[in-house]
């Protein structure tokens, strides 16, 4: 019995210099999904077989200039809604297919929002299979008549396979044909799982043409989920307890012969430093159905729920695993090698990540709030994993990358570390309610393209002659149809010693035996001459083993010298073709840093177009910010000067108004005397009758005749001598004349001196006629080394009239020296400036023109009074 041997997973590529290090790009595709209807809003806009374009919708805030921006996104390639999934197939997951056969590792995972189409895109449906059941379908094409037997290859639990021998792998067939099927519990009415059938035509199938014929091949499937940060087995079969029924969150059981929740996995690290889930059950299968079959039993137990955004929402992450052992013939091309040094193992996972979600829209609560929230969680270790790496290859940086942050980055450190190729395809849905969130995974695929993954060295190769299984069925088809014609049977494993023509020819040169028969006991001749003939017989066998050793020993130095020159042509072949496979590494190396920078610069420019455009909006903001605030600085500083107009408008309209109330009061009080003083008169004329009416009677009669006289009014010399007041409409012509004459406006332009008092608080009016006066001091305030140097004093005084208008006053006088040395002011006349509206309305003014003499008249009627608001020079001691 050969002892069996061990293969295990290919070993980590040694260290090498950062420069030797082949990496290619992670690649990510993007899948656009149809709409659910025709009448929604679409966002996403293919533009090319590799750009798309997002718009933002309409119901979205648009910017603070008011135009909506829109971003565009560049994938290696872009799938559009009438992509079928043959298509997609061809171009991501079939080269990872050939790359297994080729023992060399992948990693294929669809990222996506809910309900973006991932599951579909991995599963598919009936009459559209998805990638994984054509992934199946090729391997199982390409590698099918060359697979061992059942159990030749079997895993065990370091992330290893043994190879066992032919007596071992048939008892463990007889084992299990031998166990019976354990009866399955009833259950409630379920839908029939679908077929292989029905996912894939047979006109879709297709097969890899670069298979080794030479080695043996056995297929291994497993299939795990990650539920809130746990790994569970989904095709471990646990046994149904009785004692101990599952029990549900509310507290209540359930006794109706459901399995026991599997318990969860860990994760662990092999010798190679390779990561694996412990204790995974994984399943050798040897056609596609059954595999599909294997698969769906574990579907079936996969977590999905019903959310307000996705009918059947995955609520975990899940990861079918294709482990895929192969191990080359030995020399005869009869039996596996056994030897574990040759034993390769790869994989290929097809992992099938939980779709990103916000709360605010599904609504989720309890249980589905938790899965949410952990969902979210992994898929952002795997974001944070993603840019740490690209900050290490970009700026040069050590940083460690949180893979054990997360179950699904710590699994798969081992892809991102250089154990084989990694493709994402992303799946976007092109409704609108799904912008905000689509945008955040355009961003991380965008930098998930910018993360290199170092290329998986090429296995070594074997060092026995190829075609070693193409030479032994022929051999054993030649031997069964010569044992076929010999009548012998047909399986025999027993070679010929030499072909028949070469023994005829060989028997022929051989001299011919005579007759043999004894007639006679005395007969001393036949004997001699047969052993004569035997003799010669002898002789010439062995001159034919002679010259069959000479010929045999110069055609194997003949075939030692081919050997030795086909060895030197086939190395220094080898050596050509490992420098030509170098020198076009380097020219694909360069073409993709080419590309690489091209796609830069290109990325470049358009952030810089970006920030240009950025800036100059900026610009046109500032420009016009700064116009609107000019703008509204003057409009200020109008409604400031238009508030003192109204404040001294409404000051002379109260004071005109109490003024005007003054002089009613004083003529009503007036009007009010000279009715008391008429009715005093007619009384004292009655009393007046009365009284001569009682002198008449008293004196007898003497002249009866003669009537009495009417009596005189009293005199009014008291009335005149009063002081006489102002009424409400003065005579025009005074009774008086005026103290001082009214003098011209020539009177300010003589050759005399002023000193121009103008205030700081007057406003200036854009009047025509404006009051000038030549050979005048201007001050804002008297001083007394103005006044000494003047002999006329003007003061500016401005206020409110009736109507509202600015009114002003020229209050001029004149400046006399006084005892104590300084200067005092006596004034003498009053000049009056007033602007109408024209289009105002008419309205009774007391500063009309039967009101203006008065005024004059009052104040040249007054006497003049020397002002005390000069200022006294004080006389040294």
Same mark, same amino acid.
């Given at each position: ?84 999934? &043959? ?50 379908? &090729? ?48 259950? /409630? ?204 290859? &970009? ?10 942050? /997360? ?173 030509? /496979? ?93 009715? &008391? ?201």
């Amino acid at each position: 019995m050969q002892r069996p041997g061990k293969g295990k997973t290919p070993r980590r590529p040694g260290p090498k210099k950062a420069s030797n290090i082949e990496k290619d790009p992670v690649g990510v595709y993007c899948r656009i999904r149809p709409l659910g209807a025709e009448d929604e809003e679409c966002c996403i806009e293919m533009i090319s077989s590799s750009t798309i374009q997002l718009h933002a919708p309409d119901g979205l805030k648009a910017n603070r200039n008011g135009e909506y921006k829109e971003t565009q996104y560049s994938f290696k390639k872009v799938f559009g809604i009438k992509t079928t999934q &043959m298509e997609l197939f061809e171009d991501v997951a079939k080269p990872l297919v050939e790359d297994l056969i080729h023992c060399k590792n992948g990693l294929l995972f669809t990222y996506g929002v809910t309900g973006s189409g991932k599951t579909f895109t991995m599963t598919g449906s009936p009459g559209e299979g998805g990638l994984l059941p054509r992934c199946l379908d &090729m391997l199982f094409n390409s590698i099918g008549p060359f697979q061992a037997k059942r159990f030749v290859f079997k895993p065990d639990d370091k992330n290893g396979m043994e190879i066992q021998n032919q007596v071992d792998a048939l008892l463990e067939r007889q084992k299990r044909d031998s166990q019976q099927a354990v009866p399955k519990t009833p259950s /409630s009415r379920q839908k029939a799982d679908p077929e292989f059938a029905d996912m894939i035509t047979s006109e879709e199938a297709c097969k890899s043409e670069n298979v080794d014929e030479d080695c043996c091949y056995g297929i291994f499937v497993s299939y795990i989920e990650i539920y809130n940060n746990y790994i569970y087995d989904l095709l471990e079969d646990a046994p149904f307890d009785p004692i101990r029924p599952k029990w549900l969150a509310g507290g209540t059981p359930v006794r109706n012969n459901e399995f026991v929740p599997p318990q969860s996995k860990i994760l662990r690290e092999d010798q190679n430093h390779n990561m694996y889930v412990a204790g995974c059950t994984e399943v050798e299968v040897k056609s596609t159905e059954e595999a599909f079959e294997v698969f769906w039993k574990g579907q079936k137990k996969r977590r999905i729920a019903n959310t307000q955004l996705n009918r059947e929402s995955s609520r975990s992450h899940s990861v079918f695993t294709v482990k895929l052992a192969q191990a080359p013939l030995d020399a005869d091309g009869d039996h596996i090698l056994q030897d574990k040094n040759q034993v390769n193992v790869s994989q290929l996972c097809l992992v099938d990540l939980a779709g990103s979600e916000r709360t605010s829209r599904t609504r989720a609560e309890g249980s589905r709030l938790r899965e949410a929230g952990n969902i979210n969680q992994s898929l952002m270790t795997l974001r944070t994993c993603m840019e740490v790496l690209r900050e290490n290859q &970009m700026c040069g940086t050590n940083k460690m990358v949180p893979y054990r942050d /997360s179950k699904v980055t710590h699994l798969f450190k081992n892809y991102f570390d250089g154990e084989g190729k990694v493709r994402m395809i992303v799946c976007v849905n092109p409704k609108a309610d799904d912008y905000e969130e689509t945008m955040l995974v355009m961003r991380f695929a965008e930098m998930t393209q910018e993360v290199e993954v170092a290329r998986p060295v090429d296995r070594p190769i074997c060092g026995l002659a190829a075609g070693r299984r193409h030479r032994n069925q022929a051999f054993r088809d030649e031997l069964s149809h010569r044992l076929g014609e010999r009548g012998g049977p047909s399986n025999a494993g027993t070679l010929p010693t030499i072909d028949d023509p070469v023994l005829a020819q060989l028997i022929e040169s051989l001299p011919a035996l005579p007759p043999c028969e004894l007639v006679d006991p005395a007969d001393d001749q036949t004997l001699p001459r047969l052993i004569e003939v035997l003799e010669r017989r002898h002789r010439i066998r062995q001159m034919i083993t002679e010259q069959f050793n000479k010929t045999a020993s110069t055609l194997k130095s003949m075939l030692q010298q081919f050997d030795t020159q086909l060895n030197a042509k086939e190395t220094f072949l080898h050596d050509q073709q490992s420098k030509l /496979s170098e020198k076009d590494k380097v020219i694909m190396n360069q073409r993709t840093e080419i590309e690489r920078l091209e796609k830069k610069s290109k990325t470049l420019e358009y952030k810089v177009d970006i920030l240009q455009k950025t800036t100059d909006m900026y610009e046109q903001d500032k420009r016009s910010l700064q116009q609107e605030l000019e703008t509204r600085e003057q409009r200020l500083q109008r409604e400031l000067s238009e508030r003192r107009r109204m404040e001294q408008r409404m000051q002379g309209v109260v004071t005109d108004a109490r003024l005007k109330w003054e002089k009613e009061c004083e003529r009503r009080v007036n009007a009010k005397q000279l009715e &008391m003083q008429n009715k005093l008169w007619v009384k004292d004329e009655k009393l007046k009758q009365l009284k001569a009416i009682v002198t008449e009677s008293s004196g007898g009669g003497s002249c009866p005749s003669e009537r009495p006289e009417k009596p005189e009014r009293p005199s009014r010399e008291r009335d005149r001598n009063i002081a006489p007041k102002r009424s409400a409409s003065p005579s025009p012509h005074p009774t008086a004349p005026p103290v001082h004459p009214m003098h011209r406006r020539s009177h300010s332009a003589g050759g005399e001196k002023w000193v121009d008092h103008k205030p700081a608080s007057n406003l200036d009016l854009d009047t025509v006629m404006q009051p000038i006066i030549p050979n005048a001091i201007k001050v804002s305030t008297p001083n007394e080394k103005a006044l000494s140097k003047c002999h006329k004093y003007v003061l500016r005084h401005q206020e409110l009239a009736s109507d509202g208008e600015i009114e002003t006053k020229l209050i001029k006088g004149n400046v006399f020296k006084t005892r104590g040395g300084g200067q005092a002011v006596q004034f003498t006349d009053i000049e009056t400036l007033k602007q109408e509206c024209p289009t105002a309305p008419s309205r009774k003014r007391r500063s009309g023109s039967a009101e203006g003499p008065l005024q004059i008249e009052d104040i040249e009627n007054r006497a003049p009074v020397p002002s005390t608001s000069g200022y006294q020079k004080r006389r040294k001691p």
